[in-house]
């Protein structure tokens, strides 16, 4: 069962969600995408431009594409005709042609253009919605979870009859994060899912989005359910108002099954409400190191001063996901006392703990660290190069981006897949990295690139968003 909390993307994940089989599905959706983009000139025209322009305004973008196909090699077509191309293809679900005329329109050194930049970068992640590997399906609805954008409705809609447990609950957590939960018919369909992963998101969503029209359903499943379920519709009954049902998720994190525990570890986490934080300190010392990990996750998540106290013990076990975790956590907390226990961490004899430490220091503001996130990001193990990337996500400094730049290209994918992610928090010098992320050879990592490429755009001042 997917829990709705997770304290780190450094292997607690892995060993707790389970194994789903891989179902192909084919499809194609044809994402609008606004009005075409086209620069006001006074010169004329060519024919062939002319004749794009015409084909464009009515829709009929695969003749527009094969104008451009049609072109011989050595021609030099105009700008507004390049563009014509470029929005075609990606209203055709064609990200890739669609980036290599880009490539034409933007020379190295220029600015790039956000105009383009965002219907190609969306285009790139809405054109996997329905790749036939699951993987994919899962990075493109993630992406979209993250983005929450209004204008995919159709999308994550569409993505809560797929065949894939998580792509229907990435599609549901989306669904919440657009802003979409209160008016979705289909998320209230979801509250009967078949599989409980995809019911607690649709829940969770609803209740983030205060819907009281479901608050007959959230008791119901309170009184006959047991386990993960129960505790995150009681969540979600806190949301809508009933501030008793935090009782029951308190007392939740004291039953028989760590898989209970967990849960009530997670929701207390995110509710952030003052009874929970007893609570989180003492489940450190759970005898179950899984339920010891969620705990130190979940004092991050609460973010409380007096979270660190028990972090300190959490350093400590014996547990190196556990010590990591927690390291991590340090670092929310914002408290620079705390540096010289996270030093201390830094000497740690596993390389997984050193990157987090490195992050939490980072978080810190502590610049010293990157010099140890650059170690290990010459590290053999790829999984610790990736553990570097996700480091220096916590740090908008100049120096990480050059770091950030070589693990893009690293040999292995979770490097890559990594550092495309923690390019989203940089400044906006990582958008010439990121589109070159556009052409990676993997699709986990171009639709990373691209979900990270969207959140750059987004941070830029309206003025360079219309360039």
């Known amino acids: 069962m997917v829990i709705g909390f997770e304290p780190s993307n450094r292997g607690l994940s892995h060993r707790l969600l389970p194994h789903l089989a891989i179902v192909a599905i084919v499809g194609l959706m044809v994402f609008p995408l606004g009005a075409p983009v086209v620069a006001a000139t006074t010169r004329t025209p060519s024919p062939i431009e002319s004749k794009a322009t015409a084909l464009f305004k009515a829709g009929d973008y695969s003749e527009v594409a094969a104008l451009y196909r049609s072109l011989p090699q050595d021609a ?22 669609a980036l290599s005329v880009y490539s034409k329109l933007t020379q ?27 993987h994919v399906r899962i990075a493109a609805y993630s992406a979209l979870a993250e983005l929450g954008l209004p204008e995919t409705a159709a999308l994550l809609e569409d993505g809560l009859l797929d065949t894939s447990v998580v792509v229907r609950a990435r599609a549901a957590e989306a669904i919440g994060k657009a802003g979409l939960a209160a008016q979705s018919g289909p998320l209230r369909r979801a509250l009967r899912d078949a599989m409980p992963t995809v019911r607690i998101a649709a829940m969770t969503a609803l209740g983030e989005a205060t819907a009281t029209d479901v608050r007959q359903r959230l008791i119901e499943v309170v009184r006959t359910e047991d386990g993960p379920e129960s505790i995150f519709a009681s969540a979600a009954l806190v949301k809508l108002g009933h501030s008793e049902q935090l009782a029951e998720i308190t007392s939740a994190a004291t ?9 009530a570890l997670g929701v207390l986490g995110r509710l952030k409400r003052p009874a929970g934080l007893a609570i989180l300190a003492q489940a450190v010392y759970d005898p179950d190191p899984s339920v010891r990990a969620f705990a130190a996750g979940a004092l991050g998540e609460f973010g409380s001063p007096d979270g660190a106290a028990p972090l300190t013990h959490a350093i400590g076990d014996e547990s190196a996901m556990i010590r990591g975790v927690a390291a991590a956590s340090l670092g929310k907390l914002g408290i620079k006392e705390n540096r010289p226990l996270l030093l201390a961490l830094t000497r ?97 990592v171009r639709i990373a690139a691209a979900n990270s490429l969207l959140q750059q755009l987004a941070k830029q001042p309206a003025s360079k968003r219309g360039h």
Not at 81 to 89: G, K, P
Not at 426 to 444: K, M, S, W, Y
């Open 76 to 97: 030099t077509p105009s700008k507004e005709f390049l563009r014509l191309a470029l929005q075609s293809y990606v209203r055709l679900g064609r990200p890739d042609e």
């Open 348 to 444: 740690d004899p596993d390389a997984h703990v050193r990157a987090n430490a490195a992050e939490g220091l980072l978080r810190l503001g502590d610049r010293s660290a990157i010099a140890l996130a650059a170690e290990l990001a010459r590290h053999p193990d790829p999984s610790i190069r990736g553990a570097a990337a996700q480091a220096l996500s916590a740090s908008p400094d100049e120096q990480t981006l050059s770091i950030l730049q070589t693990l893009l290209s690293d040999q292995q994918p979770l490097p890559r897949l990594l550092a495309a992610k923690a390019l989203r928090k940089n400044n906006d010098r990582a958008i010439p990295i990121l589109v070159q992320g556009l052409r990676d050879t993997d699709e986990a």
């Open 255 to 263: 039953l028989p099954d760590a898989e209970s525990r967990m849960a």
């Open 108 to 134: 190295p050194g220029q600015s790039h253009d956000a105009t383009l930049l965002r219907p190609l970068a969306l285009g790139l992640i809405t054109s996997h919605v329905r790749d036939r590997n699951e």
